[in-house]
């Protein structure tokens, strides 16, 4: 058996193990090893362990990760999540599907803070869904609006799925969190339009609600402006080149913390939970890291990699008909396997054909993310769906799915407008050195 078959049986082996729910930096590590001991021998895999993954962790473009997770953990943990909704409600509530948007929009601003779609599902499945019902929302409709834009988080900056995403591609990390805002913003917009249209084809999905005061409009917004202004400070400083992204996380983190405490929202408990998750969280994103390090070594000597590469840039279509094959495979497979998976097996696989092809990789890298933030409401696995099923036993993951259905038929939208005008993702990159 040749090498490059031994690759595509591991590869496969692979893919089942992620399907099983086994850990996924074990899975890549346990393949990679026994892969590349099959083509180079016991003693040599055993020699290459330790050197590649500590290789693979040890890198100074990882320190990002840890600070950005502590900034969303703060944030969670400090209640940021129901003041934005509460922000976004008072100034929507008023219009017919305004809760609907409201969610989206504190969704968007959660995810400035955040970074974690989960959390965001978690989140406001706590807070926007017992005012959405107590409102005469229709349920269905409720849930696709939380699992939907709680992708957001994954979009927009900091993004861990970004950072993620620039470590495999090798791409510019500040580059590929900053790509996300303008197509983070199009998707809110997209999301709003589509509810408007929605509601008013059919008022009884979301009754009107009772205008709100300015006094309160501004009373909801004093609650968090102070840590928006904190994460929006961290962002444009890695913008316009003030902060690195790692120095930009550490301002973050540092600040939110400060007004956390100072406006008294964050407890010693919950700073220790904070703590806690972003160590877990953490660890486990660089055992991934590890474990991926030794299988692109065994991808590489089994040459996998260099046969795609082949393949693709033989095949006589245009790069960009490339671009939207590899974005199906990127659906299909985000249908059974989570994001972080997803990126960690075609990533690597993906990016040199995407550079051999001269693909802009940022550019790749926003419609990567948002194809994997679209298998995290497509069933069967659906992350975000069946998050918000734990947080809410009441909903049925049917009635879940089929309001995110309406969410994923305006990503497509969005995914064609992405592709069609890359202007979107790389015009704010552009500006940066």
Known sequence: MDNLAIGIIMVVVLVVLLIMKFPIGFAFLLIGFCGYAILRGWGSSFGLLPTKVFGGTASYLLTVVPLFVLMGEIAFVSGIGEGLYKAARALLGRFRGGLLMA?????????????????????????????????????????????????????????????????????????????????????????VVMINIRVRRNPELAPPLAAVSWGERLSAFRGVGGMLAVVLLSIIGIIVGLFTPTEGGAVGAAGVLIIAVATKKITR????????????????????????????????????????????????????????????????????????????????????????????????????????????ITPPLGINCYMLRLVLPEFSIQEIFKGAGWFLMADVVIVVMLVAFPRISLALPSLMR
């Open 269 to 376: 408990k919950g700073f220790s939970k904070a703590l806690t998750s972003s160590g877990k969280t953490t660890s486990i994103l660089f055992i991934m890291v590890g474990g991926l390090a030794f299988f692109s070594a065994f991808l590489a000597g089994s040459g996998i990699s260099a046969a795609m590469t082949n393949i693709f840039i033989g095949l006589p279509v245009s790069p960009t008909l490339i671009v939207i094959l590899t974005l199906f495979i990127f659906l299909g497979l985000g249908c059974i396997i989570g994001p972080f998976p997803l990126m960690y097996l075609t990533i690597p696989l993906m990016a040199p054909i995407m550079k051999a092809l001269g693909v802009d990789l940022i550019w790749y890298g926003v419609l990567a993310v948002k194809m994997a933030t679209m298998g995290m």
């Open 103 to 191: 969610t989206t929009i504190a969704n968007a601003a959660f995810g400035a803070a955040c970074g974690m779609p989960e959390a965001a599902t978690a989140v406001f499945g706590k807070v926007a869904m017992p005012e959405m019902l107590g409102a005469g929302i229709n349920r269905s409709f409720a849930a696709g609006s939380i699992v939907g834009s709680a992708g957001l988080s994954a979009l927009i900056p900091p993004s861990v799925l970004a950072i993620v995403y620039g470590f495999l591609a090798t791409a510019p990390i500040h580059k590929c969190l900053i790509a996300g805002i303008l197509p983070g913003f199009l998707t809110v917009a997209v999301y």
